[in-house]
């Protein structure tokens, strides 16, 4: 993206970005939609009861309570904390580990599952299979442009793992409650909870399925997909939860809050994560794909609720990598500079 950039006077989304119109003072229609505050404002209200009553329900029934996707990044880490603290969930924290954690969020994750005594356990697929994920996800068109309006392609690959992965685990051990440290802006307000429909989400990615088979193999299905037998002996799905939306924070108080946990900022990563060397690799080629970068939506959205200064948001997605600096994942990857050049 060039220094000519046009962003919308309030938020940072981008000219580029998809159905953007702006009016004369330069602002976007998505900040002058008035409806769609007061509908979220709705959907989180509503959220908070059902979910009060959730738990009200399922709550210290068994070894756990909850299932936590935690990568040790800022939102989780954060959202852990609110599940341990002020919910007084049993939660058994799982980190999918894909080969690019910077190591200080190895050492942020230990710290907080001691802090906050919870059991941790971490899978990490292997790279025969991850690599060949991550080249196909970057370089191919597999998600629909809705979805890459909120998250860079090889982002949602990497999700889609740990999604399945904490599914499988919540079957296995029946375990009532998924969490995730998804903010408002990654995922939209009616997807606060939810109940889990494995089969109905599994019939509706069957084109993306197949899309990943083809360029990445069939072993594509023990990671982005449940065993028959497991489905077949499940009584009741899990509820996935949110319950980062419902408290709200801004980023200062999140950090404020998990550096008493012992959390620290990694380095080695780029502005939009906390957690992952691979997301400069994902901003990178999702900018040159679509035109602007995938983390415009949500930080745009933190703005707007004022949980984060337009400043702030600039800075973060400013420092875009050069694709000099990419080289050694690139060549982890094993993609050369010309083909992402070429996208
Ligand atoms: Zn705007």
New binding site residues.
Partial sequence: MSKETVR?T??I?SSAFPRIQFDEKG??N??RNEIYFTTENQSIANAREQITNLLNEHQGKGQYDAVMCYSGGKDSTYTLMLATRQYNLKVLALTVDNGFLSPVAFENINQTVDALGVDLITIRPSSKFFSPLIKASALHDIYNPKTLTRISSVCNSCISIINIAALKLALEKKIPFILAGFTLGQIPANSIFYKNNYTFFQESREPILNKLRNLVGNEVDDYFCISDDLIESTESYPYNINLLCLDDPSEDEILAEIKKLGWISPKDVDGCSSNCRLNAFNNFVHTQKMGFNPYELEL?HLIRRDKLSREDALRKIAAQAEIMSLKPILEQLGISQQEIEQL
Avoid: E, I, Q, Y
Wanted: aromatic fraction near 12%.
């Fill in positions: 919308c309030k938020c989304l602002v976007c998505f900040c745009s």
